[in-house]
């Protein structure tokens, strides 16, 4: 069964930094590139960052450039999403995608930035 | 960057009723578009890819079309099971993505 399992949301002050996995089985991790997707509260979907299947090209978002950083380990089917400078609008649920296995979601990780 | 402009925002319809979504595109991007159902607090399904085709497991009663700059989603009988919110999302313009702003389709 496709699988992918969001974890490292939390609540976290103004500024503080956090770290977000994303964890994949039932398909070839490696031969994806991969998508971080955020929703924040009562707001649409709104796409955050991108990776290549190896790596070795990365993209952002106007909103989360510089301080945001994705990253992924192929050997531990594994998408990371580091983010530093968190502010009160990165307030949302994160999800990742897999680029062209667009039908699959995980439940996704909430990140809550506030004092 | 593409964008997309997604109409209407809301709608209340009737348990029956045929309902019609749109997405526009700022410029062409062929067929790479998807129609995604969301419920609160469960993520995003798939409803449509490539326009028109329609992901397995999903009611025959959904169905997209368009192509370039225009797409349409389409229930052709409102069920109950189907009031949440709609996107669509376009991958044309990889590795960026674009969502309209959602419909929510609501109870008349």
């Known amino acids: 069964e496709v699988q992918l399992v969001e974890s490292g949301g939390g609540l976290v002050q103004p500024g503080g930094s956090l770290r977000l996995s994303c964890s994949a089985s039932?398909?070839?991790?490696?031969?994806?590139?991969m998508h971080w997707v955020r929703q924040a509260p009562g707001k649409g979907l709104e796409y955050v960052s991108a990776i290549s299947s190896n790596g070795g090209s990365t993209y952002y978002a106007d909103s989360v450039k510089g301080r945001f950083t994705i990253s992924r380990d192929n050997s531990k089917n594994t998408l990371y999403l580091q983010m530093s400078s968190l502010r009160a609008e990165d307030t949302a649920v994160y999800y990742c995608v897999p680029s062209g296995r667009m039908d699959v979601w995980g439940k996704g990780t909430t990140v809550t930035v506030s004092s | 960057d593409i964008q997309m402009t997604q109409s209407p925002s809301s709608l209340s319809a009737s348990v029956g009723d045929r309902v019609t979504i749109t997405c526009r595109a700022s410029?062409?991007?062929?067929?790479?578009l998807g129609w995604y159902q969301q419920k609160p607090g469960k993520a995003p399904k798939r409803l449509i890819y490539a326009a028109s085709s329609l992901q397995s497991g999903v009611p025959s009663r959904f169905s997209g079309s368009g192509s370039g700059t225009e797409f349409t989603l389409t229930i052709s009988s409102l069920q109950p099971e189907d009031f949440a919110t709609y996107y669509c999302?376009?991958?044309?313009?990889?590795?960026?993505?674009?969502f309209g702003q959602g419909t929510k389709v609501e109870i008349k």
């Open positions: 999302l376009q991958h044309n313009s990889y590795p960026v993505w674009t």
């Open positions: 410029q062409g991007i062929r067929n790479d």
């Open positions: 039932g398909f070839t991790f490696s031969s994806y590139a």
